[in-house]
């Protein structure tokens, strides 16, 4: 089993609160991160696991071991239980750990119930640095997901269309989604077509025959799924006209590469959008690697008028870092410079270039490097 990056942050949770949910996208590896906690184990999808659950309940929240819940929004009536078990002994830490395919926001009865309770962890597909024997390229064209991601070649991609069209027809609906399928599906390939674009909600409705609002309620629930980012534009008086409007990237590479029929590498490379493509790759790898340490962070994009931009800022460590990403093997020493003009006006104190070289340059304020190297200092680093 390939060791995940957030195992450690699970375990420290256990020990600091009564419960714990491990959330992220169907088939990322939830239920086989969970198992190796040992455990009493109920999948609530299924109806016998339910009822066992029900019927047993008084002995299995009295029990010393770990109750692993998996797919717990399935049965929303566990949460008030959880909270009544919980508020019994508040300081007996450990006891649950619920697995979830949906976010938070969208699951009404963990907010209400288990508020202050409960501690999130996410987990996403197979993160760069978890897969070592996987070339980075194939990870970034296959993306991560366990079964059908880079180490699954001759999966991909029918298995992230299948898992599409799953999500689309049953599970989207059943966590609320009020559109039919058809209109999911193409608002997949719309999303996935303005993936690293700023986000123009009223084209994408012009097209699907519906209202901006609505459009922006569907991509709520694709967000609460884990297969869109929203990245918020900086904000600042800094005496130039900024970017107002979100960034929408699609979250695994290999679902939106499956989406806009990108095959094997050299087909990804000759595609007008691979700069969006990678860009949004090494966001995701970014911000997800840094989740799995366990730091939170608070992402943003930066973009004046008159060209400046940075494409993923974030609070590390108390330090802002400034990061632009570029597709070359060769980066240029203006990209260098203009990155280093954007920082100063929003005041990071590190400013990281990362592109396909494999060269790195380190030093207390600069940084130019490929993803792999990147990603490995901020893990050593926090």
């Known amino acids: 089993m390939i060791k995940r990056a957030c195992t450690a942050l ?46 047993q309940w008084d002995e299995v929240q009295a ?8 797919e717990a929004q399935a049965w929303p009536d566990v949460f008030p239980r959880l909270r009544a078990a919980i508020d019994v ?40 640095l978890e897969t070592r024997n996987a070339p980075l390229a194939d990870h970034w064209l296959r993306g991560g997901f366990p079964d059908g991601g880079a180490l699954e070649a001759a ?6 269309h299948d898992y599409l069209a799953l999500l689309a027809q049953r599970d989207l609906p059943g966590w609320g989604l009020p559109a039919r399928p058809q209109v999911t599906d193409r608002l997949l390939r719309m999303t996935a077509a303005v993936t690293g674009q700023v986000w123009n909600a009223s084209a994408i409705g012009g097209s699907l025959g519906i209202t901006h609002p609505t459009v922006n309620s569907y991509v709520d629930y694709l967000e609460g799924a884990f297969l869109v980012r929203r990245l ?33 590498t050299d087909a990804l490379l000759a595609q007008p959008w691979v700069g969006a493509s990678w860009e ?19 992402p943003w994009y930066f973009r004046t008028s008159d060209g400046l931009e940075i494409d993923l800022l974030a609070e590390v460590n108390g330090e802002r870092w400034a990061i632009e990403v570029k597709l070359t093997s060769q980066p240029d020493p203006h990209d260098l410079a203009r990155l280093n003009r954007a920082a ?31 990603l490995e200092h901020l893990r050593e680093a926090t």
Do not use: C
């Open 89 to 128: 002994d508040r300081k007996r830490h450990g006891r649950f750990l619920l697995l979830g395919s949906v976010s938070p926001s969208l699951m009404t009865r963990v907010s209400e119930s288990l508020a202050g309770r409960l501690s999130l962890v996410e987990l996403t597909p197979f993160l760069l």
């Open 63 to 70: 029990a010393r071991e770990l109750v692993v819940l998996d």
């Open 280 to 298: 949004g790759y090494v966001i995701e790898q970014v911000l997800s690697t840094l989740a799995a340490l366990g730091r939170r962070v608070e």
């Open 232 to 264: 918020r534009p900086f904000a600042a008086n800094l005496g130039k006209r900024l970017a107002r409007r979100e960034k929408l990237y699609w979250r695994d590479s290999g679902l939106v590469h499956a989406l806009l029929g990108a095959r094997s």
């Open 155 to 160: 999966r991909f991609p029918q298995w992230q």
């Open 344 to 374: 100063d006006l929003v005041g990071a104190t590190r400013r990281v270039l990362v592109s396909r070289t494999r060269r790195s340059t380190f030093t207390d304020r600069q940084i130019s490097t490929g993803l792999r190297p990147l």
């Open 10 to 55: 699970v375990n420290e949770r256990l020990m600091h609160f009564p419960a714990v949910a491990l959330i992220g996208p169907r088939q990322s590896g939830k239920t086989t991160l969970a198992r190796a906690f040992k455990g009493s184990y109920f999948d609530l999808e299924q109806p016998g696991d339910r009822t066992r659950l029900d019927v």
